[in-house]
């Protein structure tokens, strides 16, 4: 139990928005398990070669319910897990400690260290976020071997977990029952536990400054809003806290009548509220939490993690069930067009190398250049189409002529499905994201082109502030660079609103989910806002309480 019953505060980066009281649980310093003197190479390397044959099976069954519960991007991690259970340089090092004399747990953690070591060393911040996942899978084969770890027994009370890094595999597995919100010395926003804890809807506080197993037990308030921990809140806290948890229960329940309300402003505007999403399992949430329609399908996440690529049959299937599950939806299901390349690889494209692949060939340049890859996906599209309202949305625009070519396309392959008596919905919507300065200060004449745009504010963000949305370090030019872009969401606006009544904006990058813009999105011009599943509430909440 902590000693010391001094109020004080850490702070670091929040991830998500709500404050919650639990009592500090380290898992820091984890027990070293019990010393083992080898038994003999034969033996040892037998045990670790069924331990890590249990480890995978174990792994496969958790991205199987991670791909469930939060979809393909969040069960990435196990795909990810797998591979490194898989590889060679992680068994031969085991097997090497091994015939040294070392234990299987010594030789596996020995190991694990090893290899950690080295992704830690790289450049790359995804690749050296893989440091986590090691560490992870080294520590699973251990626990394997030597019949699991002790789990300490809770007194009841909700918990905040404090480590040094939690591993994706930890944070999947939160008894969300218990844990009621979870703090780390390390990570990053962009990491796979981040991107967890938001589609877990679990406050978080990451590179939160350190402190010591001492406070372990001691009551704490996570507040990931004010992206602070106080440790031994003050009475005073305790009160206020307590009062935002009674608002807060309120206002879920408040929220959940929501999801059959429209996002209408006070003064009568209506906004078209749509989800993001990247799978049919997210597209069920989104469902469920009452999305008028999808206003982002990010196709390209039925692509990644495999080896090979998905055909026109089963890119078909996924179109069609999202169409059909939205049909009796008022907005459309808009599925973006392939959008690969800068951090998002397909290694089955066997792309060149590129020295600046964010300005490179990614977007709707990569499939403009592989038409069979590109017609592939506009049939399985159109095809869906015949299912419920759906439209087509080509990501990186920069200028007219990548649209015009893609209507020809579009074009063509509706002429062959009419030859083969396929049906499609003749009259499907073509839209574009602006990512790209360009595609913004150009919009009223890429508007002749088009139906409709979304603005990729994570893109544009990037493009405009010449920021790599990736780069952690860049994270200070955040709150300078809204205003750059707000203006060039307006004069996008402008254009695309003077060229045709009809013709109308979305928002579907992070911007769209940050309640502080919702105001100022709406006044710029957007029309519809489209955000991750767990956001949807929050915002129509948002738009309804505007005047
Ligand atoms: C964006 O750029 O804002 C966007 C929605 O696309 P993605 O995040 O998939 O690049
Ligand atoms: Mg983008």
Same mark, same amino acid.
Do not use: W
């Given at each position: 139990m902590n000693s010391i019953a001094k109020p004080s505060l850490f702070r670091g980066i929040g991830i998500g928005e709500t404050a919650v009281y639990g009592k500090i649980r380290f898992i820091g310093e984890k027990k070293p398990a019990p010393e083992r003197k080898s038994r003999g190479a034969a033996a040892e390397k037998r045990e670790f070669d069924a331990a890590l044959t249990q480890?995978? !099976?174990?792994?496969?069954?958790?991205?199987?319910?991670?791909?469930?519960?939060?979809?393909?991007?969040?069960?990435?991690?196990?795909?990810?897990?797998? =591979?490194?259970?898989?590889?060679?340089?992680?068994?031969?090092?085991?097997?090497?400690?091994?015939?040294?004399?070392?234990?299987?747990?010594?030789?596996?953690?020995e190991a694990g260290e090893s290899l950690a070591g080295i992704f830690e060393g790289l450049e790359d911040e995804y690749?050296?976020?893989?440091?986590?996942?090691?560490?992870?899978?080294?520590?699973?084969?251990?626990?394997?071997?030597?019949?699991?770890?002790?789990?300490?027994?809770?007194?009841?009370?909700?918990?905040?977990?404090?480590?040094?890094?939690?591993?994706?595999?930890?944070?999947?597995?939160?008894?969300?029952?218990?844990v009621a919100g979870f703090v780390t010395f390390a990570g990053s926003v962009n990491s796979h536990t981040a991107?967890?804890? *938001?589609?877990?809807?679990?406050?978080?506080?990451?590179?939160?400054?350190?402190f010591g197993p001492e406070l372990d037990g001691a009551p704490a308030i996570l507040d990931a809003q004010a992206a602070s921990l106080s440790v031994n809140p003050t009475p005073e806290e305790m009160l206020k806290l307590a009062e935002s948890l009674q608002r807060r229960e309120a206002e879920r329940s408040r929220l +959940?009548? $929501? !999801?059959?309300?429209?996002?209408?402003?006070?003064?009568?505007?209506?906004?078209?509220?749509?989800?993001?999403?990247?799978?049919?399992?997210?597209?069920?949430?989104?469902? *469920?939490?009452?999305?008028?329609?999808?206003?982002?399908?990010?196709?390209?996440?039925?692509?990644?993690?495999?080896?090979?690529?998905?055909?026109?049959?089963?890119?078909?299937?996924?179109?069609?069930?999202?169409?059909?599950?939205?049909?009796?939806?008022?907005?459309?299901?808009v599925i973006r067009t392939l959008d690969i390349g800068a951090d998002k690889s397909l290694p089955a494209l066997r792309l060149d190398a590129e020295e600046n692949p964010a300005l490179g060939m990614r977007g709707i340049r990569l499939c403009l250049s592989r038409p069979e890859l590109f017609r592939t996906q506009i049939? !399985?599209?159109?095809?869906?189409?015949?299912?419920?309202?759906?439209?087509?949305?080509?990501? =990186?625009?920069?200028?007219?002529?990548?649209?015009?070519?893609?209507?020809?396309?579009?074009?063509?392959?509706?002429? +062959?499905?009419?030859?083969?008596?396929?049906?499609?919905?003749?009259?499907?919507? $073509?839209?574009?994201?602006?990512?790209?300065? !360009?595609?913004a200060i150009m919009a009223h004449e890429l508007a002749?082109?088009?139906?409709f745009f979304s603005v990729g504010t994570n893109d544009l963000f990037q493009y405009t502030l010449a920021a790599d949305r990736q780069n952690h370090r860049l994270a200070y030019l955040e709150e300078g660079g809204v205003e750059p872009v707000m203006r060039l969401i307006k004069l996008a606006s402008e254009g695309i609103h003077s060229a045709g009544e009809d013709k109308w904006l979305g928002i579907c990058g992070e911007m769209a989910a940050d309640v502080k813009l919702t105001e100022t999105l709406l006044a710029a011009g957007a029309d519809e806002l489209s955000v991750s599943p767990p956001y949807l509430s929050r915002i129509k909440d948002r738009v309804r309480g505007i005047d």
């Open positions: 480890a995978r !099976a174990e792994t496969s069954a958790l991205y199987r319910k991670t791909l469930a519960a939060a979809g393909k991007e969040a069960a990435s991690i196990f795909e990810i897990h797998e =591979m490194l259970l898989c590889d060679p340089d992680f068994i031969d090092l085991v097997h090497s400690g091994i015939s040294k004399g070392l234990s299987a747990p010594d030789a596996v953690r690749l050296s976020a893989r440091a986590a996942d090691m560490r992870d899978i080294s520590s699973r084969v251990c626990s394997i071997i030597t019949g699991g770890e002790d789990e300490r027994e809770g007194d009841g009370s909700p918990e905040i977990i404090v480590c040094r890094d939690l591993t994706p595999g930890d944070t999947v597995k939160l008894d969300t029952e218990r991107i967890l804890a *938001r589609a877990m809807d679990i406050p978080a506080l990451i590179r939160a400054e350190e +959940r009548t $929501l !999801a059959a309300l429209p996002a209408v402003t006070k003064s009568g505007r209506r906004i078209a509220l749509y989800a993001n999403i990247g799978s049919t399992a997210e597209a069920e949430a989104a469902y *469920r939490a009452g999305a008028e329609g999808i206003g982002l399908f990010r196709s390209e996440f039925l692509f990644i993690g495999r080896d090979d690529l998905p055909g026109e049959e089963e890119q078909f299937e996924a179109y069609r069930d999202v169409a059909s599950l939205f049909a009796d939806r008022a907005g459309p299901v049939r !399985a599209i159109l095809r869906a189409s015949a299912y419920g309202k759906t439209a087509i949305m080509l990501p =990186m625009i920069t200028c007219s002529d990548e649209i015009a070519r893609t209507k020809r396309i579009i074009s063509e392959e509706k002429n +062959r499905l009419r030859f083969e008596e396929v049906a499609f919905d003749e009259s499907i919507g $073509l839209g574009i994201m602006i990512e790209t300065p !360009a595609a002749r082109e088009c139906d």
